[in-house]
């Protein structure tokens, strides 16, 4: 099984969004319903588009840290990084409780994910030209 997203309806009736890793853990939900369907399949594509273009903060020094001095994928990210949000009111959170189960966090799974849809931009971008 595949990373996947997955669109479902709440108990509120409306919509949401989660990104399940291939190992089943939740490591990212929209955090909030959308009214329809189609607005929480655009939030889901949104975060596709955007996430390589994310930017890490580290929350104890402040410091953003570049896309290319992110850690290599065996790198193990303690559980205890919180992951910073973009801004007060955020269209997705990293649920930093899970583990992939093989020692790294949720974090850093997103932090790969990141880095592969960044990566994919680029190859896209060198096929078009």
Known sequence: MATKFELFQDKAGEYR????????????????????KSSA???????KNNVGMASIKDSETGQVISRQAAPPATAAVPQSTPVAAASSTPAWKANNAVSSGDGMSAAAIVALIAVAWFVLGIGVILLAG
Not at 17 to 36: C, F, K, M, P, V
Not at 41 to 47: P, W
């Open 17 to 36: 969004w989660r990104l399940r890793h291939q190992n089943g853990n939740i490591i990212a939900d929209s955090a909030e319903g959308y009214t329809s």
């Open 41 to 47: 399949i655009n939030g889901i594509e949104s975060v």
